[in-house]
């Protein structure tokens, strides 16, 4: 390895900060060269943590790198640039650079990460307590979590995203300490981009930085709404379980009341008037399924009337405007079932004939007897 002038611009490293940071170029490539013999001891230790976090359910998917020999020497250099008292030599760089293996673990939803954190404490020990990286203005309900669980918090002035953790353990003689980074898909996402457009060269360019952020937000949004959807998935399995649960009952009344009118001591016609009305209420109570039906409308030139007739089978007289303009549906018993925000031309006139003007979209959902 040679330490020249396109190393330094390669990696953006001031020279002149470089020479004061009382370590020789001999000595890099010292480090250097000795960390090549490790590679394959690393490779296997990777591989083995690796394996074993592939137990557990909540893991999406995991990938690991060994770091590159040139990029341990220029992060040795940085160490040393921002703290020359710091001392990084051949007998100790191994344990001072603690993400010579880098392990990445990727889940699908934010709450996810709880179980993968109980997972890695108790498969490992902890060279340290664990980092939960957040963004500035992160929901503090997701902080508390973090700190429920014995994290530090840490605002990353990136947003970057992730729990950081060093583990330690024994493969063979010698003890290997190993970064594991967790974070959701998205997050992962961002991570990637960010780090792919923003080093070495854009890191202090406000463009850059402010169309980053915009992106980060979007992953962090992105995160909440698979949130939402899991939840509500769980919520309408569950309906429709407790929906199919009230016809089994339904069905196991009617037929042991059809059981009771068999047996009543009356004469055939009259029996057959009950059986009758029981088969009648059955017919009437019937229902096979929860239909859930969208309806999506442009608003370009709809009249109220016509939205209304059309979307729903609640009367117009549900369709109010309240004091901001919205159009609010409720049911017959006043509950709320959805509103609509006004769009660029304000509402007026009368609620059956006014037009709406605008580009709007109207998404009405409907639940229907089969």
């Known amino acids: ?17 470089f020479e004061g940071i009382g370590i020789t170029k001999d000595e890099l490539v010292e480090m250097h060269n000795d960390y090549i013999g490790r590679l394959d001891s690393l490779e296997n230790a990777a591989a083995m943590i690796a394996q074993t976090l592939r137990g557990s359910n909540a893991i999406h998917s995991i990938k690991y790198r060994i770091k590159d020999p040139e990029h341990l020497i220029e992060k ?26 880098g392990i990445r673990v990727l889940h699908l ?20 307590t664990p980092v939960a990286n957040i963004r500035d203005g992160d929901p503090i309900e997701i902080q508390n979590k973090f700190i429920e669980h014995e994290c530090a918090i840490k605002v990353h002035k990136f947003g970057y995203r992730s729990v950081h953790y060093l583990i ?21 996402g961002w991570s990637e981009i960010d780090h792919r457009i923003r080093y070495p060269y854009w890191n202090n360019n406000p463009i850059i930085t402010n169309y980053l952020e915009i992106f980060n937000r979007l992953a962090g949004s992105a995160d909440e709404m698979g949130t939402f959807v899991k939840l509500l998935s769980v919520a ?30 009356v004469d055939q016609t009259e029996r057959d008037e009950l059986l009758e009305k029981v088969k009648k209420l059955e017919k009437d109570s019937s229902v096979s399924s929860i239909s859930y039906q969208p309806i999506t409308r442009s608003a370009s030139s ?16 549900n369709w109010k405007l309240n004091e901001n303009g919205d159009l609010i549906i409720s049911n017959d018993s006043s509950s709320y079932l959805g509103s609509f925000s006004k769009p660029n031309t304000a509402l007026s006139g009368s609620l059956t004939s006014e037009k709406i003007i605008g580009t709007d979209y109207f998404n009405v959902a409907k639940i229907v007897k089969k």
């Open 302 to 317: 709809i009249s109220l009337s016509d939205l209304i007739s059309n979307s729903t089978t609640y009367g117009t007289e």
């Open 236 to 265: 309408l399995k569950e309906m429709e379980q407790n929906h199919l649960t009230e016809i089994e009952k339904r069905d196991k009344n009617i037929s042991e009341l059809e059981e009771a009118i068999k047996k009543l001591k």
């Open 168 to 188: 330690t353990f024994q493969p063979q003689k010698e003890t290997v300490i190993s970064e594991i980074q967790v974070r959701t898909i998205f997050e992962e």
């Open 76 to 101: 040795i250099i940085r160490k040393k640039i921002e703290n020359p008292d710091r001392e990084i030599s051949l007998e100790n760089y191994h344990t001072e650079i603690t993400d010579l293996i």
């Open 109 to 128: 939803f934010k709450d996810e990460w709880v179980p993968i954190h109980q997972f890695i404490n108790e498969k490992w020990n902890l060279n340290e």
């Open 1 to 17: 390895m040679i330490i020249n002038d396109l190393f330094f611009k390669k990696y953006n490293i001031d020279k002149e900060k």
